[in-house]
C-alpha cells in the first residue's frame, strides 16, 4: 500500500517525493536518536555533579571493590593505557592503571566499597590545585577517571569482569 502510494507521488511530482522521503527520514532520525539519548548507559557508578569542586558517585558492586578516582589523566596516556590492557595485559588493579599510565594524572583518591554498599563517594580535587579548567574538547587531559576493581585477589580469577573504567568528559570545577 505505501508503495503504490509513494510511486503515484513520484508520479505526480518528484520534488514533493524527494520533499516527503526528506521529512520522513529527518523524524524518523529523530525519534531514533531521542530513544537512544533517554536511556543511562549500562554502569555501575552513578553521578551527581555538586555545585563545588567536585562529583559525588554512587557505585553499586556485587563484591568489595576499590573506586579509585583520576582527576586530570592524560588522554594519550589513557588510550595507550586501554590498548595495552587489550593487547598485553588485563587492568586488575589501580596499581596497573597507574604503571599504564606512567602516572600522568594530576591527582588520585580511592575508597573501599564492601558489597552491596550503596553509600555516595565524593570525589573532589583539594583546594591548593590549581585547575579551574580541563579546557574546551578537544583536550589534553579528561576531568575524571574512575576506576572500579574488584578488591579481592581470588575474585579477580573467578570473574570475567574485574574492572570498569567510566570516563567523565564534563565535570564542572569551581574555583571557592
Same mark, same amino acid.
Given at each position: 500500500?505505501?508503495?503504490?502510494? =509513494? ?85 586488575? +588493579? ?11 594524572? =594530576? ?39 574512575? =576506576?572500579? +576493581? ?27
Amino acid at each position: 500500500m505505501a508503495a503504490v502510494f =509513494l510511486v503515484t507521488l513520484y508520479e505526480y511530482s518528484p520534488l514533493f517525493y524527494i520533499t516527503v522521503v526528506f521529512v520522513c527520514f529527518l523524524v524518523t532520525s529523530g525519534l531514533v536518536l531521542g530513544c537512544l539519548t533517554k536511556g543511562t548507559p549500562p554502569t555501575r557508578i552513578n553521578r551527581k555533579e555538586p555545585n563545588v569542586r567536585g562529583i559525588t558517585l554512587t557505585p553499586d558492586c556485587l563484591e568489595d571493590c576499590i573506586l579509585t578516582c583520576y582527576w586530570g589523566c592524560s588522554v594519550q596516556k589513557l588510550h595507550e593505557a586501554l590498548q595495552k590492557h587489550v593487547y598485553c595485559f588485563r587492568i586488575k +588493579t589501580p596499581q596497573a592503571l597507574e604503571d599504564a599510565l606512567y602516572s600522568e594524572y =594530576l591527582y588520585r583518591q580511592q575508597y573501599f566499597i564492601k558489597k552491596n554498599d550503596k553509600e555516595e563517594k565524593y570525589c573532589q580535587l583539594p583546594e591548593d590545585a590549581q585547575v579551574v579548567d580541563f579546557g574546551p574538547v578537544p583536550r589534553s587531559r579528561y576531568p575524571l577517571i574512575a =576506576l572500579l +576493581t574488584l578488591a579481592d585477589e581470588e575474585d579477580r580469577e573467578i570473574y570475567d569482569i574485574v574492572s570498569t573504567i567510566r570516563i567523565y568528559f564534563k565535570v564542572t570545577v569551581f574555583k571557592v
